[in-house]
């Protein structure tokens, strides 16, 4: 491990002899590559987009004369459990349309998703390769170079578990959708009502979750990166920095105050890498923008 080279024990006696250990900069977290990462995303379930509209929206007005043909049928029976058969199978034929329609997953080719996954990861490695360099230049006045052969394995994984979280988009999405459908239909909603729903549902349920993966994959990787790259470097510590946004949990003022865990109360906490709180470290949890903030008082010591 090249952090404790000759050259770099040699560097921090410059740096104890000036007595100075310098602020770490702030960490800069890839916002602008989850932001192309999430437009890319959102370009492959479009088309699932344009199915509803063709094979849902254009259909609705046929679908709710079924259910009230269905519902006057019924009500002639005696005894009757109310199946409404018709309206039952043709909702069902629409849903297996729209499935057919966008293919096997969001109807993106292997090698699209393959493309955009591992550019992604590779830009997300660059990005904090650049942040960590620059911590450890500030601080201690020398870069460790490290040997990285987990790296590979960590970006294979990520497009492993990228694709399979974007092709599962599409299932998701039409198995609420469909339920949303049903209970529109069956409490009386027009064609107007259930049209505003379908957009909701595009917005809420398709691009919300397209988002959600592209910021929470990209902090998840970040974070992962960031816990490797210290410990190789031979760093045991660090401290818990928040965004100190509103979205922190637990902030008292923001938008999830009464999260549990908190993670405004651990800012500036120190943590060991061998001993992760019960969430995990920063990062790990479901669309956490925190980081782990190296301690690097620990290499600041007399050399013999």
């Known amino acids: 491990m090249t952090i404790s080279s000759e050259l770099f024990k040699k560097k921090l006696k410059t740096r104890l002899k000036k007595h100075t250990l310098r602020k770490i900069p702030k960490i800069i977290k890839p916002e602008k ?42 009500s002639q029976k005696i005894y ?10 043709f909702i069902k034929e629409i849903f297996e349309n729209l499935r057919f329609e966008v293919g096997v997953g969001t109807g993106a080719t292997d090698e699209t998703l393959i493309g955009i996954t591992n550019s992604t990861a590779k830009n997300i490695s660059s990005f904090h390769k650049k942040q960590f360099n620059k ?14 052969k987990w790296l590979e394995p960590k970006i294979e994984s990520f497009i492993e578990r990228n694709i399979a979280l974007i092709e599962s988009i599409p299932e998701e999405y039409f198995s609420k959708l469909e339920t949303t459908i049903r209970q529109g239909v069956e409490s009386g909603k027009t064609t107007k009502e259930l049209k505003e729903e379908i957009q909701k549902a595009i ?23 960031n816990e490797l790259r ?12 928040t965004s100190k946004e509103l979205s922190v949990r637990g902030r008292p003022d923001g938008l999830y105050p009464n999260a549990d865990p908190s993670h405004w109360e651990r800012e500036g906490v120190t943590f060991s890498w061998d001993d992760p709180p019960e969430d995990g470290h920063p990062g790990f949890a479901c669309n956490c923008n925190c980081y782990a903030e190296p301690v690097l008082d620990e290499f600041i010591i007399p050399f013999a």
Do not use: M
């Not at 994959?217 to 974070?223: A, C």
């Not at 210290?230 to 920095?241: F, L, M, N, P, T």
């Open 135 to 148: 911590v450890f230049k500030t601080v201690l006045g020398v870069s460790p170079t490290l040997t990285e």
């Open 33 to 74: 590559i989850y932001i192309e990462y999430f437009k890319k995303i959102k370009k492959i379930v479009t088309n699932i987009k344009v199915a509803t509209e063709k094979e849902l929206i254009e259909k609705l007005p046929a679908l709710l004369e079924q259910y009230q043909r269905d519902i006057k049928i019924d």
């Open 203 to 225: 917005n809420n349920k398709l691009f919300d979750r397209a988002q959600l993966i592209a910021r929470d994959q990209t902090n998840k990787f970040f974070g992962n990166l």
């Open 230 to 241: 210290q410990k190789e470097a031979g760093v045991s510590k660090y401290k818990w920095r």
């Open 80 to 89: 009757s459990l109310a199946k409404l058969d018709g309206y039952s199978e």
